[in-house]
């Protein structure tokens, strides 16, 4: 155990014993993210740096406070990359900031979301031991498989020491296609083209426009383009477009409340007040609406799916989509179990956790 992380260790204990609230944050660029919370500031992110590379292996193994974008380049210096593509939200993002956020990028529905790529992890719990759980390798785990239930947990479980993730080979070749359509011809669009072998890794809808984006061997990028038709754009203006979708700097972001829902693919179009943007093939979909949050939960509901009030709005409420009983039992037991002294970003996730 490290000086810092054995300094970490004394802190939690004496936290634990005086039930004193900690809030943890490493770069802070998803700080708005998830409910509001009390709790003395924990910063973790000085403890970083790359414990191991193994490119032939495609696994790489950092601590928790690297900065993403150090991560990054150096994959980048290989050809190689984080295949769910993360949101940074600002340059001080660091790895394990966007592991507890769970957040996965344009690429998700092509490629995985985040807790597909978490190999193993090792963490601080509540209190103050280092617990280690998967490794390196896919096939690591027999039962519970606790690694992916840390992708998400917004700092509630323990302080993430480390995080051993899958890296994939940047594709060979890519190509960016625009289409004029409405919301539900896109819809219908994106769900035959996802039934079809088609190099298909983005999609987004907004303001009457698709744009697809296709990634692979330089012949079944040039087979679909041709195949498909479009208006082709140009190599830098795509990748302009995908990072502003990423990192939600488009101009189309830049208004709150934002509503994150999570539907089935086949969904019928919202019919809801307010504006649509259309990720992963009709699975993601954006909503900025002034609209009371239980009509917009109901709707979603009625269709399937869950809604998330991402960013704005009332941050003490319900941000997350209400859990069942029995799944919100569950997080109860995992968070007596890591942290049973409930100090860790209290009530980030939901109130009582």
């Given at each position: 155990?490290?000086?810092?992380?054995?300094?970490?260790?004394?802190r939690?204990?004496?936290?634990?014993?005086?039930?004193?609230?900690?809030?943890?944050?490493?770069?802070?660029?998803?700080?708005?993210?998830?409910?509001?919370?009390?709790?003395?500031?924990?910063d973790?992110?000085?403890?970083?740096?790359?414990?191991?590379?193994?490119?032939?292996?495609l696994?790489?193994?950092?601590?928790?406070?690297?900065?993403?974008?150090?991560?990054e380049?150096?994959?980048?210096?290989?050809?190689?990359?984080?295949?769910?593509?993360?949101?940074?939200?600002?340059p001080?993002?660091?790895?394990g900031?966007?592991?507890?956020?769970?957040?996965?990028?344009?690429?998700?529905?092509?490629?995985?979301a985040?807790r597909?790529?978490?190999?193993?992890?090792?963490?601080l719990?509540?209190?103050?031991?280092?617990?280690?759980?998967g490794?390196?390798?896919?096939?690591?785990?027999?039962?519970y498989?606790?690694?992916?239930?840390i992708?998400?947990?917004?700092?509630?479980?323990?302080?993430?020491?480390?995080v051993?993730l899958?890296?994939?080979?940047?594709?060979?070749?890519?190509?960016?296609?625009r289409?004029?359509?409405?919301e539900?011809?896109?819809i219908?669009?994106?769900?035959?083209?996802?039934?079809?072998?088609?190099?298909?890794?983005?999609?987004?809808?907004?303001?009457?426009?698709?744009?697809?984006r296709?990634?692979?061997?330089?012949?079944?990028?040039?087979?679909?383009?041709?195949?498909l038709g479009?208006?082709?754009?140009?190599?830098?203006?795509?990748?302009?477009?995908?990072?502003?979708?990423?990192?939600?700097t488009?101009?189309w972001?830049?208004?709150?409340p934002?509503?994150r829902?999570?539907?089935?693919?086949?969904?019928?179009?919202?019919?809801?007040?307010?504006?649509?943007?259309?990720e992963?093939?009709?699975?993601?979909?954006?909503?900025?609406?002034?609209?009371?949050?239980?009509?917009?939960?109901?709707?979603?509901?009625?269709?399937g799916?869950?809604?998330?009030?991402?960013?704005?709005?009332?941050?003490?409420?319900?941000?997350?989509?209400?859990?069942?009983?029995?799944?919100?039992?569950?997080?109860?037991?995992?968070?007596a179990?890591?942290?049973?002294?409930?100090?860790?970003n209290?009530?980030?996730?939901?109130?009582?956790?």
């Amino acid at each position: 155990m490290t000086d810092i992380v054995s300094g970490w260790a004394e802190r939690i204990r004496a936290a634990a014993a005086e039930g004193r609230p900690l809030q943890l944050y490493g770069g802070g660029t998803k700080s708005f993210y998830g409910r509001s919370c009390e709790g003395e500031p924990f910063d973790v992110s000085g403890h970083r740096g790359v414990v191991s590379y193994e490119p032939t292996e495609l696994v790489v193994t950092v601590r928790g406070g690297t900065p993403l974008a150090e991560l990054e380049a150096l994959l980048a210096t290989r050809q190689q990359f984080l295949a769910f593509e993360p949101p940074a939200f600002g340059p001080n993002a660091t790895v394990g900031g966007c592991v507890a956020a769970g957040l996965s990028g344009p690429r998700r529905a092509a490629a995985g979301a985040l807790r597909d790529f978490v190999l193993g992890v090792k963490l601080l719990d509540g209190r103050g031991d280092v617990l280690s759980f998967g490794g390196q390798v896919m096939k690591n785990v027999a039962g519970y498989d606790v690694s992916r239930v840390i992708a998400g947990s917004m700092g509630t479980l323990g302080v993430l020491l480390e995080v051993s993730l899958k890296v994939l080979p940047q594709p060979t070749a890519e190509a960016s296609l625009r289409f004029e359509c409405d919301e539900a011809s896109a819809i219908d669009r994106l769900n035959d083209w996802g039934g079809q072998p088609l190099p298909i890794s983005a999609s987004a809808w907004a303001d009457g426009v698709l744009t697809l984006r296709l990634s692979g061997a330089e012949a079944a990028v040039s087979a679909a383009r041709a195949r498909l038709g479009g208006e082709t754009l140009a190599a830098d203006e795509a990748a302009a477009f995908w990072t502003s979708v990423r990192e939600h700097t488009a101009p189309w972001f830049a208004r709150a409340p934002l509503w994150r829902l999570s539907l089935p693919s086949s969904a019928a179009p919202l019919r809801l007040a307010g504006k649509q943007f259309i990720e992963w093939g009709g699975a993601l979909r954006w909503l900025q609406t002034d609209q009371p949050a239980a009509a917009v939960r109901e709707r979603v509901a009625q269709l399937g799916g869950t809604a998330t009030l991402f960013a704005g709005g009332d941050r003490s409420g319900d941000v997350f989509h209400p859990l069942p009983e029995a799944l919100m039992r569950i997080q109860q037991r995992l968070k007596a179990a890591f942290d049973p002294a409930g100090i860790f970003n209290p009530g980030r996730i939901y109130q009582g956790l």
